[in-house]
């Protein structure tokens, strides 16, 4: 079967980071993704993954026609993704009133760090100061420490991108049964805050002051956390439950030791965590996984990205596949009947012909436009 968003259209106007990450998620599930890219030079060599599965074509959007034939493609889509500062498509002439009078059941998704509104919506920024401004930073990290840089993924990624991928499918079923488009606006530093929710509770619920480090999930408790072996690699381990901390002592030999006998006590944690540091340190990477990789530990090796595709789990599950010369992850989640899209590469401006004319544009106004440099 095909996959579960067959028959949904999407421009993507293109650009870096969260925006192509929505544009994959929606294309690995089966929507029909055109990419408007911007001129310029294609390196010989990079394939970004963010950028698979969609039709690609050139548009050079200072040129005079250039807006008329994105208002074209808009006119037959279901959603466009943007992600420039908030104003920039209104001053291009592709704001959501011109594409909504166009085609009122356009979802039109915008992506910004701070939202199309608000002090701050002008300002430049990143992915780690708008997961600053989510109280979502300060948490992480080891007390005595700075926060560390989680790399982009909480705002770029998941606040972000896959924040906006739910948001225009929610809003895209909205149309379908109203016939009413609208404006999606996907804030990452609001989308990391939301990621934050469940511990937002804590801190309203008096059970965390939110201090760095001393939360149980955060680095506080020996029983989660991260460990270096003998070989300098490092094993992860989540054994909160009693029944799996019990399993946890059970394979490390510590179910007699008198201050593994209380758990949850924190004041036994600082010995706790000095014989669980020094014991991991008695065997290399691959032995501890042998003692305790598949049991109820809760256990896990911590892989780089180079190694984690072959580990047997990953290799069972086809978690990683390998196209256009780079091994990747699988589209994910999967569908007991519908087929997510198999990862392609398809060369930038490649599929400028067959859009423009499904778009209902004629081969001679397509020739025209090609001569004008407006279609690359």
């Not at 650009?15 to 390196?43: K, N, Q, T």
């Not at 074509?57 to 943007?82: F, N, S, T, W, Y």
């Not at 007390?143 to 993924?153: G, V, Y």
């Amino acid at each position: 079967m095909p996959g579960p968003l067959d028959g949904v259209r999407i421009i993507e106007m293109a650009g870096i980071g969260p925006g192509p990450f929505c544009g994959m998620m929606l294309a690995d599930h089966g929507a029909e993704v055109i990419r408007v890219e911007r001129p310029g030079p294609v390196s010989a060599t990079f394939r970004d993954v963010m950028g698979r599965s969609r039709k690609s074509i050139v548009v050079d959007v200072k040129k005079p026609g250039a807006v008329d034939v994105i208002r074209d493609l808009c006119r037959g889509a279901d959603g466009l993704i943007e992600g420039y500062r908030p104003g920039v498509m209104e001053r291009l002439g592709l704001g959501p009133d011109v594409l909504l009078a166009d085609n009122p059941k356009l979802v039109y998704g915008r992506m910004t760090g701070w939202g199309q509104t608000g002090p701050m919506s002008q300002a430049a920024g990143h992915d780690l100061n708008y997961i600053s401004l989510s109280g979502a930073l300060y948490a992480m990290g080891a007390a005595d420490e700075k926060p560390p840089i989680p790399l982009n993924l909480v705002g770029d990624f998941g606040g972000g991108g896959m924040m906006l991928a739910f948001g225009m499918v929610s809003a895209i079923l909205s149309a379908r049964g109203t016939g009413c488009g609208q404006v999606v606006d996907c804030a990452m530093a609001e989308g990391a805050a939301v990621l934050a929710a469940m511990f937002y509770s804590m801190i309203g619920s008096k059970i965390w002051d939110g201090s760095r480090g001393t939360n149980v999930l955060s680095g506080a408790s020996p029983f989660y956390g991260v460990y270096q072996t003998s070989d300098g690699e490092f094993v992860s381990l989540g054994s909160l439950e009693p029944q799996f901390y019990a399993e946890l002592l059970k394979r490390t030999g510590l179910s007699e030791d008198e201050d593994f006998q209380h758990q949850n006590d924190r004041a036994f944690w600082p010995a706790m965590q000095a014989k669980l540091t020094a014991l991991f340190r008695t065997k290399s990477r691959d032995q501890w996984r042998a003692v305790m990789e598949g049991s109820d530990v809760c256990f896990a090796p911590v892989m780089s990205m180079q190694e984690a595709p072959s580990h047997p789990h990953n290799v069972a599950r086809g978690a990683f596949v390998e196209a256009f010369g780079i091994v990747q992850p699988a589209p994910t989640p999967r569908y007991s009947e519908s087929q997510t899209t198999p990862p392609s590469y398809t060369e930038k401006g490649a599929d400028a012909d067959a859009v423009l004319a499904d778009a209902g544009l004629s081969a001679d106004r397509i020739a025209e436009l090609r001569a004008a440099g407006v279609v690359g």
